[in-house]
């Protein structure tokens, strides 16, 4: 009896211990009967760990970037992040317009080195241009006596006559060939067109029409009988024959310029129309010599009158381009400056 109660007053954790073992059991054994998962709770085991420090990395891998914080930038770190992408999309802008300048630039001056060496070549054009219209057109016109080529009323005069104003409108040709070339701009990459206004091409028409219609108006007054004394063919086609053939190569030569909008336009009427002048008054010696009647002398001033009169016109033209050309440049490099 003694050992009884001294067993139970000895051992009552033991006693606890094995009824919650068996309580665990049971338990256990209910969990796996009805398959529910049994969830245990673990306290959380805070453990303080402390850093490690690596100072050697291998080759491969890169340094890490530290930031260092101080308290007063710790409410203005990353501030502008909205701005980061904006900053790295201009930067990348920048540098390819800096590349493309760059790349510009370098093919500009390969471009120039070559035209600055055709530069040098103008320079001696400013002379041989006059030259050669001086040589062709003035020269056999002032100096060239008219017996030695004006034989009589005939094809062959007329022939000689034909080849004196060709031999003019092939240096002509050659003046303003190089005229052209001596207007273009130094860069000979650009394209230097100049259009002319229409206002010009159709007065410069209307003067030349007219200059074309009063000689065949004289020939067809003079063939029908209404215009007395009558004038033979042969001895007009002398008079105004080189006069209306060299009038159509200007016709033809002023539309080919307006066609290839080139720049010398309005250089063409005039240097065409100066000869003009001379040929018209070729003509009236050849009248004193081949005794023309008075309405054809009278037709032949009148002609050198007008050509006079287009030709100051012509000149006036001249002096308003040159007007224009310099406001426009004013008003582009007063614009380039405000800009």
């Known amino acids: 009896m003694n050992q009884g ?15 919650i073992t068996q309580g665990h059991f049971k338990s256990l054994l209910l969990l796996k009967a009805s398959k529910v998962p049994y969830v245990l709770r673990f306290h959380r085991v805070h453990i303080r760990r402390s850093p490690v420090c690596c100072t050697k990395f291998p080759q491969w891998e890169p340094s890490p970037v530290t930031y260092a914080l101080t308290e007063k930038a710790g409410d ?67 100096w060239l006596p ?36 001596c207007a273009k701009l130094k860069n000979l990459g650009q394209a230097s067109k100049s259009k002319p206004p229409v206002s ?9 029409l007219t200059g074309l219609a009063i000689p065949l108006m004289m020939l067809f007054g003079s063939q029908k009988g209404y215009l007395q004394p009558q004038l033979p063919f042969i001895p007009y086609a002398v008079l105004l024959g080189p006069y209306i053939l060299l009038l159509s190569v200007q016709m033809l030569t002023e539309m080919l310029t307006w066609h290839w909008e080139s720049p010398i336009w309005l250089v063409t009427p005039v240097v065409y129309e ?4 001379l040929q ?22 009148g002609l050198v009158c007008w050509w006079v009169l287009i ?26 400056a405000d800009a």
């Not at 009552?12 to 094995?18: D, G, K, Y």
């Not at 760059?102 to 241009?129: H, M, S």
């Not at 009323?153 to 092939?170: A, E, K, M, T």
């Not at 008054?281 to 309405?295: I, Q, T």
Request: aromatic share 10%; glycine share 6%.
């Open 311 to 336: 030709l100051g016109v012509q000149l006036m033209r001249v002096a308003w381009f040159a007007g224009f050309t310099a406001r426009a440049q004013r008003q582009q490099s007063s614009a380039s």
């Open 5 to 19: 109660m001294a067993s139970l007053a000895r051992s009552p954790s033991a006693m606890s211990i094995t009824r």
């Open 200 to 208: 010009y091409q159709f007065w410069n028409l209307v003067a030349t």
């Open 76 to 142: 203005k770190f990353l501030d502008k992040s909205s701005e980061l992408f904006e900053t790295l999309r201009s930067e990348s802008s920048d540098s390819g317009d800096e590349a493309s300048i760059t790349k510009a630039e370098d093919r500009t001056d390969t471009t120039n080195q070559p035209v600055a060496q055709l530069q040098f070549l103008k320079w001696p054009l400013w002379l041989l241009g006059p030259s050669v219209l001086l040589g062709t057109g003035m020269v056999p016109t002032l």
């Open 146 to 181: 008219i017996s030695a080529i004006f034989i009589g009323p005939n094809v062959v005069s007329l022939l000689s006559l034909i080849g004196l104003d060709c031999i003019f409108n092939l240096g002509c040709t050659l003046f303003l060939l190089m005229a052209d070339y």
């Open 274 to 277: 100066a000869y003009r002048v």
């Open 280 to 301: 018209l008054m070729r003509g009236l010696k050849l009248g004193v010599e081949l005794s023309a009647p008075a309405w054809m002398m009278h037709t032949i001033r």
